[in-house]
């Protein structure tokens, strides 16, 4: 239905108008669109535990962190030996402690003679060996984060290193703007927010003591709800993330956001974290189109209203909303052209939550700096990860571009988290002659669905004429389960060959009313993340809704009756007991 990404000379159609598009030269099945004189060769094709972020040994190994793997595997290291760059040896290595889930492993970095890695709730590290591919002594833990997490939401902790020896770690924010309940349509936000005493910020620490916990380290910086993209930039020596923004403005807020806003907002804010800032949240969040922070609704706003927000500090660009941006490397090689020297690159991982209209994200961007701030609009660096535009769900892009990492001779090395797939970037033409000209053709990427603004009109996707749960489900359901029902990896799982969706009745019910958290294992995946209570939803609307799932993408399971929702929601309320969330845990 959708246009591929062929290898060479690709067609690209955006909208009515066919566009012509110059592939970079291919190098050892490298196929990723690059500005003219850059190719792409792959490191790996694929890892059965796929793959997130990566560092690089001055000895050119390559280290990947997996994701889902074994407690004693968690760590993959990679080396071409007969330089064609694939790598012909490998080797796992890495470990854990009971509990620790491992599927968010939001860290990979290379410091002072150690390989620093990261699960979901702990910092481990161990000593590099010079010609091996795989480090000596014991597994080391350098950061535990000691909270109770059967609420959290934002719990990936990467990492980033000054010049002074201190590591950086942020604690996410365990909600999505501070609601209790959270996640209920039109409830207000707690104000003062009491999270922000130990999460939504960065805290730092001595990076070579073993056995911490939050308490030992330093609160830096407040007000950022999550961050997965951070890194160090050792040109002015200050620290930089880029931040997953809030969601659900339209759920939450019918009556102040459409589809167009809620697919659109929040930025996703790449900021500057210097000691003692706080960008805002959850109080605020930052509009790109608008060029300014705003009041969140949770706390009275409604989309133009800025309030106490001018206290909180900026972003230095607001990139659009739900793009994902998971991980930030600064340019400090000598192979790729001067242009890129200083520049940010950030991978855009793509969003999940964008319905009705095209997902977003899904390439690697640049943004140049000159004097330690940014000189001119981002750039689209490394395209072509999904294969398909438009993207209409998650599942359908064939990769996903996760982490990045600088090798000991310049090159860029990008991971994918759906295959596992890594790519390996280098320049190959003439320096002194690389400019406007040989960045045009990427420019015209900047017109295709999964990075341009949608058109209010043209652009969505919704099936015309929906009526009863149907329609329900793609104003509710479908921008995290998708419109297909077959979810988001990792984040939201699929409504499709799960019992939870054509078992018990009653306790389907009950995930609409109440809720439900933790992790869920669905086929071989688990599934980390929060589903918010629909109470909202009449006793009718939700056993149209279920009923409509319970029939649909291959599905054959029974109706539900309205009578059964009223007399599951009546028997709650006359308990007089907290509505809680169902709480799920997959060891």
């Given at each position: 239905?959708?246009?591929?990404?062929?290898?060479?000379?690709?067609?690209?159609?955006?909208?009515?108008?066919?566009?012509?598009?110059?592939?970079?030269?291919?190098?050892?099945?490298?196929?990723?669109?690059?500005?003219?004189?850059?190719?792409?060769?792959?490191?790996?094709?694929?890892?059965?535990?796929?793959?997130?972020?990566?560092?690089?040994?001055?000895?050119?190994?390559?280290?990947?962190?997996?994701?889902?793997?074994?407690?004693?595997?968690?760590?993959?290291?990679?080396?071409?030996t007969n330089g064609d760059d694939y790598a012909d040896e490998t080797a796992k290595f890495g470990g854990t402690e009971?509990?620790?889930?491992?599927?968010?492993?939001?860290?990979?970095?290379?410091?002072?003679?150690?390989?620093?890695?990261?699960?979901?709730?702990?910092?481990?590290?161990?000593?590099?060996?010079?010609?091996?591919?795989?480090?000596?002594?014991?597994?080391?833990?350098?950061?535990?984060?000691?909270?109770?997490?059967?609420?959290?939401?934002?719990?990936?902790?990467?990492?980033?290193?000054?010049?002074?020896?201190?590591?950086?770690?942020?604690?996410?924010?365990?909600?999505?703007?501070?609601?209790?309940?959270?996640?209920?349509?039109?409830?207000?936000?707690?104000?003062?927010?009491?999270?922000?005493?130990?999460?939504?910020?960065?805290?730092?620490?001595?990076?070579?003591?073993?056995?911490?916990?939050?308490?030992?380290?330093?609160?830096?910086?407040?007000?950022?709800?999550?961050?997965?993209?951070?890194?160090?930039?050792?040109?002015?020596?200050?620290?930089?993330?880029?931040?997953?923004?809030?969601?659900?403005?339209?759920?939450?807020?019918?009556?102040?956001?459409?589809?167009?806003?809620?697919?659109?907002?929040?930025?996703?804010?790449?900021?500057?974290?210097?000691?003692?800032?706080?960008?805002?949240?959850?109080?605020?969040?930052?509009?790109?189109?608008?060029?300014?922070?705003?009041?969140?609704?949770?706390?009275?706003?409604?989309?133009?209203?800025?309030?106490?927000?001018?206290?909180?500090?900026?972003?230095?660009?607001?990139?659009?909303?739900?793009?994902?941006?998971?991980?930030l490397v600064f340019y400090e090689g000598d192979q790729f052209p001067e242009r890129y020297k200083h520049g940010a690159?950030?991978?855009?991982?793509?969003?999940?939550?964008?319905?009705?209209?095209?997902?977003?994200?899904?390439?690697?961007?640049?943004?140049?700096?000159?004097?330690?701030?940014?000189?001119?609009?981002?750039?689209?660096?490394?395209?072509?990860?999904?294969?398909?535009?438009?993207?209409?769900?998650?599942?359908?892009?064939?990769?996903?571009?996760?982490?990045?990492?600088?090798?000991?001779?310049?090159?860029?090395?990008?991971?994918?988290?759906?295959?596992?797939?890594?790519?390996?970037?280098?320049?190959?033409?003439?320096?002194?002659?690389?400019?406007?000209?040989?960045?045009?053709?990427?420019?015209?990427?900047?017109?295709?669905?999964?990075?341009?603004?949608?058109?209010?009109?043209?652009?969505?996707?919704?099936?015309?004429?929906?009526?009863?749960?149907?329609?329900?489900?793609?104003?509710?359901?479908?921008?995290?389960?998708?419109?297909?029902?077959?979810?988001?990896?990792?984040?939201?799982?699929?409504?499709?060959?799960?019992?939870?969706?054509?078992?018990?009745?009653?306790r389907l019910v009950k995930v609409l009313l109440n809720g439900m958290e933790g992790s869920l294992k669905v086929g071989?995946?688990?599934?980390?993340?929060?589903?918010?209570?629909?109470?909202?939803?009449?006793?009718?609307?939700?056993?149209?809704?279920?009923?409509?799932?319970?029939?649909?993408?291959?599905?054959?399971?029974?109706?539900?009756?309205?009578?059964?929702?009223?007399?599951?929601?009546?028997?709650?309320?006359?308990?007089?007991?907290?509505?809680?969330?169902?709480?799920?845990?997959?060891?």
């Amino acid at each position: 239905m959708y246009p591929n990404f062929p290898r060479k000379s690709p067609l690209l159609v955006l909208g009515a108008t066919a566009i012509m598009l110059q592939c970079a030269p291919e190098e050892k099945g490298g196929d990723l669109y690059l500005p003219d004189g850059f190719t792409s060769s792959v490191v790996i094709e694929q890892v059965d535990e796929t793959v997130r972020h990566l560092a690089v040994s001055d000895e050119h190994v390559v280290y990947a962190k997996l994701r889902n793997a074994e407690p004693d595997k968690a760590v993959m290291a990679l080396l071409d030996t007969n330089g064609d760059d694939y790598a012909d040896e490998t080797a796992k290595f890495g470990g854990t402690e009971k509990g620790s889930r491992w599927s968010y492993a939001t860290a990979m970095r290379v410091y002072n003679g150690y390989i620093y890695y990261s699960s979901d709730l702990v910092v481990y590290r161990q000593k590099l060996k010079p010609g091996s591919l795989t480090p000596e002594g014991e597994v080391q833990v350098v950061v535990t984060d000691d909270h109770e997490h059967g609420k959290h939401e934002h719990i990936g902790k990467p990492i980033a290193f000054d010049d002074e020896g201190y590591m950086y770690v942020p604690f996410g924010a365990p909600s999505n703007a501070c609601q209790e309940p959270k996640r209920t349509p039109g409830a207000p936000g707690l104000d003062p927010c009491p999270q922000l005493e130990d999460h939504a910020g960065v805290w730092r620490f001595d990076a070579n003591k073993l056995g911490q916990t939050q308490k030992d380290g330093y609160k830096y910086a407040s007000g950022i709800r999550s961050l997965v993209a951070m890194n160090w930039n050792p040109v002015d020596g200050e620290l930089y993330g880029v931040v997953h923004g809030r969601d659900d403005l339209l759920r939450l807020w019918p009556n102040l956001y459409d589809s167009h806003q809620s697919a659109l907002l929040p930025s996703e804010e790449f900021i500057k974290i210097e000691e003692g800032t706080h960008f805002g949240w959850p109080y605020c969040y930052y509009d790109q189109m608008q060029g300014k922070k705003v009041l969140a609704p949770e706390y009275g706003g409604d989309g133009k209203i800025v309030g106490r927000c001018d206290q909180y500090d900026d972003p230095i660009i607001g990139f659009p909303g739900h793009w994902a941006p998971n991980d930030l490397v600064f340019y400090e090689g000598d192979q790729f052209p001067e242009r890129y020297k200083h520049g940010a690159f950030i991978t855009f991982h793509g969003s999940t939550n964008r319905a009705p209209y095209p997902q977003s994200g899904y390439f690697v961007g640049f943004v140049p700096f000159k004097d330690g701030k940014p000189s001119g609009e981002f750039e689209v660096f490394a395209d072509g990860f999904a294969k398909v535009d438009p993207i209409v769900n998650t599942k359908d892009a064939a990769h996903r571009p996760m982490g990045l990492a600088i090798g000991p001779d310049g090159e860029l090395y990008i991971s994918d988290s759906v295959k596992g797939k890594i790519w390996k970037v280098v320049y190959n033409g003439d320096k002194n002659d690389f400019g406007a000209e040989q960045l045009a053709s990427m420019e015209e990427h900047k017109k295709l669905s999964h990075i341009r603004t949608p058109d209010f009109e043209k652009d969505n996707l919704m099936p015309k004429n929906l009526v009863g749960g149907a329609k329900i489900y793609q104003q509710y359901c479908s921008a995290c389960h998708q419109m297909n029902g077959r979810g988001a990896s990792g984040r939201f799982p699929p409504l499709v060959e799960t019992d939870w969706v054509t078992g018990d009745q009653e306790r389907l019910v009950k995930v609409l009313l109440n809720g439900m958290e933790g992790s869920l294992k669905v086929g071989d995946e688990v599934y980390n993340g929060v589903m918010p209570q629909h109470r909202f939803l009449s006793d009718k609307e939700i056993a149209q809704v279920l009923t409509f799932v319970r029939s649909s993408f291959g599905n054959e399971a029974s109706e539900i009756e309205e009578t059964l929702v009223a007399d599951l929601r009546k028997e709650q309320e006359e308990s007089g007991e907290p509505i809680e969330p169902i709480k799920v845990v997959t060891e």
